[in-house]
């Protein structure tokens, strides 16, 4: 069966690979050099862990929630992967299994106080850079070989990253809107009264969505540390936002546990392509930060009007 | 234990501020134990210029997140940056035009709450969202305009930054009248009194008559004037402006405020409470410097202790379904 593509809605989930493929084709017509194997995998080189922190953000947005401590996360994380997973293996996947528990923890205490998740994820960024300054007091560190070889794997044809994204937009595409547990999840966020009344418990779909986060949140800082090959305490800062707006571009909302997987990996692209776009058009550095915005603001705004041609109807 | 906290419970139940008021003399007493009474004053009066810097900001940040569930401004970090080196390029070092300066800085304010708000109604986006996109355009604006920049502050302004009165510093004194006429204007005023009630129920408030969007306008620019004010003052306090000076004051603001005993959720705000929290967080740094912990450690506790307040607080009672 053929979808309308002129319906809002379908135009509306459509809007983030417009945006990405809009942007693809300004890069591609001022610079036809990048149209290749090599200049694709040098503009998207980053665009995996941002990517991974992306989703990480989705998970906790479909629950309406918040995180503002989810750069600080990926910085430890990423800290970790530079020391203690090297060092001592298993004193590292413990470390790294215990931050994914205290995701856990943190969505448990979020739901059992009604706590309000902005206050809290903005205390424990806080707890995240120090223990990321107490792992790593200067920058430095080494990726573990085996690291690093995963995230400079050779793919034939098309880049690692853009296969790795690939995957990953699609198989959490499968897990939250097409499995029976990504319903009830979704659901949670989207009518939590339903749900519970349903037989299901809030409880357990918090305290999933946090898990799933902190899971996400460490693949990125381990991809992160991977490429980079070693780490200082405030790598990631700029994740938090960067995974917000991600989120936002990719069609997220803050009301209903409204999200989609594919359409935040390919917010996080779009907003690591921004950057290479300007320096082709040789804008000053200065305005890469500005140029994100302009591209959020940009697509809000056309989300806006497909929203509004919705309620004429 | 479980007594204990349902005592604290109840207790900033009835008064939110106090609390910080309270955390922030147990740990100055704490401070004063450890060094044997040595420094107290140079503690206070630093903690006062300090925390003063916090008050002023977080005011704004009240203000805003008073008008109701998910008002909060997040573009405060650039507006500070943006602010200081406009304020600190028109005075170029001049005492007579430091006038100019202060007003420049608060038109930045002004434009910023502007863009901020026609983000918010014209794309009814969430403002954590439009703030957001906003703060990422001034960001680039004041990079752009603040590279190279250098300008050290007037003569006058520094000492007005810098300065003491009867031993106080002025700056505290200033930030204090400024906390009097934003208790009264909130307490006293219309305008005051829909902000709250906007952040009690929009709903309700709008079909009693409340101009909710003109209120609501109003008090982004009130928030972003007043992080731009500091701005300026920050530029003068420093001897320059700096691109990076406004980091801390987005997670400080709303910790303050929250700390201060106001409702995240809105609709009740403590003007009080923010000296308190400003003093308490300010202090907490100076005891675990004193302390002599190193800077991770002092992270840990500062965001654990966040944590801490916000839990035994409680977030927003539901209400009725």
Redesign the interface.
Known sequence: MMPNLMTPRALRSLLPAISFTVLLIGIFYVQPRAMSFMGLNLMLNLALPIALATIAQMFIITMNDIDLSLGGFVSFTACIGATLLGESPVLGVLALLACIGVYALLGALIHVRNLPSIVVTLGMSFVWLGAAILVLPTPGGQAPDWLRAIVSVKTPFVPFVIVASAIIAVGVHLFLMRSSTGVILRGAGGNPQAVARAGWSLFRAKVTLYALAGFFGVLSGLTLVGLTTSADANIALRYTLLSIAGVILGGGEFVGGRVSPIGAVLGALTLTLASSLLSFLRISGDWQIGAQGAILILVLALRTLVNRMERRK | MISTVSKLRTFAGKAPWGFSFFGAAAIFLATIVFTDGVGAGQIITTALTFGTMYVIVALGQMYVITAGP?N?D?SIPSTIALAGAVSMKIMDGNDALILWGLLAAIGVGIAVGCFNFA?IR?????P??AT??????V???S??YG?GLRIRPPEAFAEFATGRIWGLPTLAIFALLLTVIGSVVLHRTVYGRSVTAIGQNQRAAGLAGVKVDRVRWTTYVICASLAALCGAVLAGFSGGSSLNMGEEYL?AS??VV?IGGSS??GGQSNVAGLWGASLFMYLLVTMLNTFGV??????????????AI??IA?????SR?
């Open positions: 998910g909060v997040l983000l014209l794309l009814s986006i969430p954590i969202i957001l996109s906003a703060s990422f355009l960001q680039s604006a990079i752009a590279r997670l709303i910790a929250v995240v959720a190193g800077a991770g450690i002092r992270m840990i506790m500062t965001g654990l202790m966040i944590v916000i839990t409680g977030g927003p009672k539901p379904t």
